[in-house]
T-cell receptor
Framework: KQEVTQIPAALSVPEGENLVLNCSFT??????LQWFRQDPGKGLTSLLL?????REQTSGRLNASLDKSSGRSTLYIAASQPGDSATYLC????????????FGKGTHLIIQP | DVKVTQSSRYLVKRTGEKVFLECVQD?????MFWYRQDPGLGLRLIYF???????EKGDIPEGYSVSREKKERFSLILESASTNQTSMYLC????????????FGPGTRLTVL
């Protein structure tokens, strides 16, 4: 059964720093991987989706990479801002059909002003 | 923009009550999903639907049922609510095709007393 792990569980850094969030998965036969952001008490906002054939995706200050063979993904946040404070979730999809996602438990990120 | 809405942000029910959670998406997506999110356990898939009147069990379907009578609406039903079903419930809709991204609603915080 696929398991997704996110390290660290929590992270606090000063504003302006670049940072990396890690995600690992046990079964490398994934269809895609998606990164989400969740603000307290709210739903999930999709940040980036990487297909299994891709190595990385970029959106603004965010860059997500995928190393499928080693079962790892990273989310790089450049020049962090207090507004980036949230929980970041990684999720994998294993099949190409209507399958649901398997989620990690998230990294709770605090950016100190 | 894709919009996924959920009928209630907060709901308080009593043990034994029948509870309906409603989800509506406005992008004609075929696939819809129900997850629950609990501290320490993350998001877990309850049920999903790949088309009207079609449903599949996810990882934790016990105590739940679903209904998909129209393409835009996916309902989660708790036949007899119990205190261990107190949770955040999140609905999602899937973009069909190779991009295959899931979009989430704002969530319903259900408390069962």
């Amino acid at each position: 059964k696929q398991e997704v792990t996110q390290i660290p569980a929590a992270l606090s850094v000063p504003e302006g720093e670049n940072l990396v969030l890690n995600c690992s998965f046990t079964d490398s036969a994934i269809y895609n991987l998606q990164w989400f952001r969740q603000d307290p008490g709210k739903g999930l906002t999709s940040l980036l989706l990487i297909q299994s054939s891709q190595r990385e995706q970029t959106s603004g200050r965010l860059n997500a990479s995928l190393d499928k063979s080693s079962g790892r993904s990273t989310l790089y946040i450049a020049a962090s801002q207090p507004g980036d404070s949230a929980t970041y979730l990684c999720a994998v999809k294993e099949g190409g059909g209507a399958d649901g996602l398997t989620f990690g438990k998230g990294t709770h990120l605090i950016i100190q002003p | 923009d894709v919009k996924v809405t959920q009928s209630s942000r907060y709901l308080v029910k009593r043990t034994g009550e029948k509870v309906f959670l409603e989800c509506v998406q406005d992008m004609d997506h075929e696939n819809m999903f129900w997850y629950r999110q609990d501290p320490g356990l993350g998001l877990r898939l309850i049920y999903f639907s790949y088309d009207v009147k079609m449903k599949e069990k996810g990882d934790i379907p016990e105590g739940y049922s679903v209904s998909r009578e129209k393409k835009e609406r996916f309902s989660l039903i708790l036949e007899s609510a119990s205190t261990n079903q107190t949770s955040m419930y999140l609905c999602a809709s899937r973009v069909p095709g190779p991009h295959d991204e899931q979009f989430f609603g704002p969530g319903t915080r259900l408390t069962v007393l």
